[in-house]
């Protein structure tokens, strides 16, 4: 089976809804900003590897002191996290025999510069001693065979002081390339002293799995966090931690809220109903569209937020929505950089950008985007390294 970490359709519905109407806000769209992009080749060349970890994706970025909005720095830590990840053995330019896919892992970079020796990686292994996810599901909800694809998290430095992640419960239903489906919603909850050899795991099904009208799940929570406390150097925090959650065909943006405080206590938390908040989650709005089941919101010298994402899901472009606020309006879409050029082959594909604020210059936002194949192993077989993020970085003027 190609298992392939996309969690998207091939084909995407356009929304036609009143979403499209509200994108129109003035300071929003391409004329009110001005930047440049350019590829960021250390970035992209530091998960270019031969031994062990070679390739994977996902990857969310995860400062384990909590200070989301706030450089790195030389003696900062963070954590990135990936989904389907492959290990094994890449010898003159061939992907050598003995290899494996897991569905997790981690790394952990010392200091925020693309330093291979400050980066290890890291998964788990069985008694057998064979290569395995960082995470297995192991809720009162899983089934056989179910495994964890990662979302966001953050360290919830204003509440209890651990790591959270979100965890979507996979399960594949067939072995084509879009076998699979997310069947629920997991919170990983973790002490980040402990990154990355997680020895103190606890998880817990969420009810932030979303549903249509006949039972079928149609998206989930966690796509992207945002941290809005004084400790993670929100501008003018209004101390809540903002979730952002993907749903339907047209990928449509939904937005929850709660405090540090009651993070695991999901009857407080609110979600946003197109007017306020409300503690009916069945009440979503969707605030925007045609984004990426993975994301990132980063707030600008400005003081406005902008959204990076794959438009469409899994188009050849990045793309950009700005806002004055967490909840949008959201701007219209602003194309940030064409991926095309590394579409070499028609198997090729490309998802999921997101930005990296925190491994960020001032000014600037480094930004990643995952490359995959539609013919996965058999691609791999030739292009061995093709499976890894690769990496942008946007200079606003």
């Known amino acids: 089976m190609i298992s392939l970490k996309l969690k998207i359709s091939v084909f995407l519905m356009v929304c036609t809804t009143s979403v499209m109407a509200q994108q129109q806000d003035a300071g929003l769209d391409e004329q009110s900003v001005k930047f440049t992009v350019e590829a960021d080749t250390a970035w992209s060349s530091l998960l270019k590897r031969t031994h062990g970890w070679f390739g994977g994706d996902g990857i969310y970025t995860i400062p384990l002191n909590g200070a989301e909005a706030r450089p790195a720095g030389n003696n900062g830590k963070t954590l990135f996290i990936f989904s389907d990840t492959m290990i094994g053995e890449v010898k003159d330019g061939t992907m050598q025999p003995g290899y494996k896919m897991i569905h997790n892992s981690l790394a952990l970079l010392k200091g925020g510069k693309p330093d291979e020796t400050q980066m290890s990686f890291y998964w788990e292994k069985t008694k057998n001693g064979e290569d395995e996810s960082s995470f297995s599901p192991a809720t009162p909800q899983t089934k056989k065979g179910d ?6 998290g953050f360290v919830n430095t204003e509440g209890n002081g651990l790591l959270y992640i979100f965890g979507y419960r996979m399960h594949n239903v067939s072995d084509e390339a879009f076998g699979f489906r997310e069947i629920g919603n997991t919170l990983l909850r973790l002490k980040p002293n402990e990154a990355p050899n997680f020895k103190t ?7 932030l799995y979303l549903k249509d009208e006949q039972g079928n799940g149609v998206g989930s929570f966690g796509a992207g966090i945002y941290a809005n406390t004084k400790s993670a150097g929100a501008k003018d925090p209004d101390g809540y931690i903002y979730v952002y959650g993907v749903r339907d065909w047209a990928k449509n ?5 709660v405090l540090p405080k009651d993070f695991e206590t999901y009857s407080q938390w609110q979600f946003w109903d197109g007017k306020g908040w409300s503690a009916n989650m069945g009440k979503l709005a969707n605030i925007t569209n045609r984004v990426s089941n993975e994301l990132s919101i980063t707030q600008l010298a400005d003081g406005r937020y902008a959204m990076i994402f794959q438009v469409d899901a899994m188009s050849t472009n990045i793309g950009m929505r700005l806002a004055n606020k967490l909840t949008g309006p959201w701007g219209p879409v602003i194309k940030i950089w064409d991926c095309k050029p590394d579409l070499i082959k028609s198997t090729f594909v490309v998802y999921n950008a997101k930005a990296h604020p925190t491994l960020s210059g001032k000014n600037e936002l480094l930004i990643s985007y ?3 194949s539609l013919d996965f192993i058999n691609d791999l077989k030739i292009h061995p390294q093709l499976y890894r993020p690769r990496f942008i970085r946007l200079k606003f003027e």
């Open 253 to 257: 943006l939904v937005l929850a809220r």
């Open 370 to 372: 995952n490359i995959n």
């Open 201 to 207: 795991v606890k998880q817990m099904d969420s009810p």
């Open 147 to 152: 495994y964890y694809w990662l979302g966001d």
